[in-house]
């Protein structure tokens, strides 16, 4: 895989939105299966966030074919914490295709995210992801990330 070959354009709700959702019902899948996926609230929320910080929103897209290949998406949001009194960096969601992880990619998509929350001034970023994803916790400890919250469920 010649990462070189990585890209990342602007998400374009219109074009985009329903290749995004494929990805979230795949992310869903594998992520918590418990869960019930809801395409409708999955898109009012994905409309409504990239209408408040569209610049935050990433197509990853592969350029060694023509045209180019979408392979994944990033998303990226500005909050505010009012406990540290500080914005922070929420990488909202990261995603590839299968045949892409493990490839050296997804240190393009973390570094993509240290660039646009570094152009906004922000010092401190925030992730989450399925205790049982192995490689993505491998993954942002790689880039710099520390376990800093648990999150317990029980079953009732």
């Given at each position: 895989?010649?990462?070189?070959k990585?890209r ?9 939105h329903?290749?995004?959702c494929?990805y ?8 918590f299966?418990?869960d019930f996926?809801?395409?409708d609230i999955f898109?009012e929320?994905?409309k409504r966030e990239?209408?408040e ?11 060694s074919?023509a045209p180019?290949?979408d ?5 990226l949001?500005?909050k505010?914490?009012p406990?540290r009194?500080?914005?922070f960096g929420?990488v909202?969601?990261v995603h ?7 490839r050296g990619v997804g240190?393009l998509?973390?570094?993509k995210?240290?660039?646009?929350f570094?152009s ?7 992730l989450g ?9 491998k993954?942002?400890e790689?880039c ?6 648990v999150i317990f469920?029980?079953?009732?």
């Open positions: 895989m010649e990462t070189n990585i990342f354009r602007q998400f374009a709700y219109d074009s985009d329903q290749t995004i494929q979230h019902r795949d992310h869903m899948k594998i992520n299966p418990k996926f809801d395409e898109l929320t994905l990239w209408q910080e569209p610049e935050g929103m990433f197509v990853v897209q592969d350029t074919s180019p290949r392979v994944g998406f990033l998303w949001n500005t505010f914490s406990h009194k500080a914005k929420d909202h969601y590839l295709i299968p045949e892409y992880r493990g240190r998509l973390m570094q995210a240290d660039e646009y570094g906004k001034g922000v010092k401190t970023l925030r992801t399925a205790a049982s994803y192995s490689a993505s916790i993954l942002y790689k710099g990330y520390q376990r800093t919250r469920e029980k079953e009732l």
